[in-house]
């Protein structure tokens, strides 16, 4: 009777779990890489094709306020994963690898009774990003695996399932991506899902499939009123690829609604659709990311449950990438840790209650070749955006008068006392967030891609190790 008794007593809590479990919502996560906010129908773009997307917004909310705190791949996905900033989840840098004693929305989800899946561009296991294999050991949570580390070969790529072999990708890349999420949908058991999708495209280099790319005429495009004509990597026929990339990602989104409405999971299914980072593409003269301008922190943000989150609404709340996790966590009706420092909006997207006041941006080093001379820290409201090096305030803008960035009010002396007061809100951010400005560094190691050398979990360990290479 004792072994009996014992027995029901352990195996209570795990069905528990399951009960609790079957009763929650879906959740997938898809983040394209590198997409900046105005690049698609449904955020004013007038250009750029993207009717599945933008009907999609029509069926849930878009998040108007949506931004990447940490703006550059691997360390805003650690924000994404972990709901934590970057230097509290130790990703100050590209190319760091993510400690495995950090804790991920997959890895909680999990222990609800979740089955988990990741699929497309890791870009969290550092060191060497080919051939980009990481083992079960390191997935940090996620079962089903369908993923490289990164590499950006949008036309011939590979990527692994459960073992060092590479399978080959011999055609753009959404389309494998969207073949394994199907995969996921069909294989997948009673439980509950979180299937995270993270698409390497629109990332650069800027390259479309020829049946996209010609969707756009380069003399017709409307460029932003920041953009600056002769940047390389900013041109026109740079942005019609890119625009290209994205309709062809538009395309799969729609084959993947396709299938969830096949499989009679559309229902039940909370989708949230973002991006890691934005991009420049000439705005302000500047390329890529790593930047505090709008175009490199703002980034698409839409969220639908049928039947439960209001459609074809807006929610204006300001929302980033640390406040992702806790915020599907809550939907998902699972306590959110305490570690955690991002917060919920759920109560913004259903009920209009005020979101967060200010979102913090934080850049930690230099990267010349993207024009950024050193770590940065930044801080943005409705209605004004700041900042600053550690030794020199940066820029500041009106953004109500001045959507597009063009009038730097910092040296204006009619301003100084609103620099004054954003100044002091950035240091209560950081102290708030338990930043430093220690935790920067000066050594150029992003601009030589120093980091893949090896794998590192932190900035020291770099050091400590380059220290021992005499002839690196």
Request: proline share 7%.
């Amino acid at each position: 009777m004792k072994k009996m008794y014992f027995f029901f007593f352990a195996a209570t809590p795990f069905i528990n779990v399951m009960s609790q479990a079957k009763e929650r919502p879906n959740v997938i996560l898809i983040f394209p890489d590198q997409m900046r906010f105005d690049a698609l129908g449904c955020t004013g773009n007038p250009d750029v094709k993207t009717p599945n997307i933008d009907r999609f917004a029509g069926e849930g909310m878009l998040l108007k306020n949506t931004f990447s705190n940490t703006p550059v791949s691997g360390p805003a996905r650690a924000d994404i994963l972990t709901g934590r900033y970057a230097h509290k989840n130790g990703l100050v840098a590209n190319d760091l690898r993510l400690k495995e004693s950090e804790v991920t929305i997959a890895e909680i989800l999990g222990k609800k009774g979740y089955e988990t899946g990741f699929i497309g561009k890791w870009h969290l296991d550092g060191g060497p990003k080919d051939p980009g294999y990481i083992p079960p050991q390191r997935r940090q949570g996620f079962e089903y695996w369908a993923a490289n580390e990164c590499n950006h070969k949008h036309f011939k790529s590979s990527y692994f399932r459960n073992d060092s072999v590479p399978i080959p990708i011999s055609e753009f890349e959404t389309k494998a991506w969207t073949v394994e999420a199907i995969n996921f949908l069909e294989k997948r058991s009673s439980r509950p899902f979180f299937l995270t999708i993270a698409m390497g495209p629109p990332h650069d280099p800027y390259k479309a499939p020829e049946e996209f790319r010609n969707l756009y005429d380069t003399s017709k495009l409307t460029m932003r009123p920041n953009w600056v004509k002769g940047v390389k990597n900013g041109s026109k026929e740079d942005l019609a690829e890119y625009y290209g990339m994205i309709s062809a990602i538009d395309a799969e989104f729609g084959r993947l609604m396709q299938e969830l409405e096949n499989h009679h999971l559309r229902k039940n299914t909370i989708i949230l659709f973002i991006s890691d980072h934005g991009d420049m593409l000439g705005s302000h003269g500047r390329v890529f990311k790593r930047q505090p301008w709008e175009e490199s922190v703002r980034v698409p943000g839409i969220i639908s449950w049928p039947g439960k989150i209001p459609d074809g609404k807006i929610c204006n709340a300001l929302f980033s990438t640390v406040d992702f996790m806790p915020t599907l966590l809550d939907f998902c009706a699972v306590d959110i840790p305490d570690e955690v420092q991002g917060v919920s909006l759920k109560k913004s997207i259903l009920n209009n209650a005020p979101g967060p006041e200010v979102v913090y941006f934080s850049i930690y080093g230099p990267c010349k070749w993207q024009s950024v001379e050193s770590g940065w820290r930044g801080i943005r409201t409705h209605r004004y955006k700041y900042a600053t090096f550690e030794n020199k305030p940066w820029i500041l803008y009106d953004l109500e008068s001045d959507p597009f960035e063009t009038n730097n009010l910092i040296d204006n002396p009619v301003y100084r006392e609103l620099q004054h007061k954003m100044h002091a809100d950035l240091l209560l951010c950081m102290k708030k967030t338990g930043d430093s400005w220690n935790n920067n560094w000066t050594y150029p190691f992003a601009d030589n891609f120093e980091l893949i050398k090896a794998p590192f979990y932190s900035v020291k360990e770099f050091f400590e190790w380059k220290e021992k290479q005499p002839n690196l």
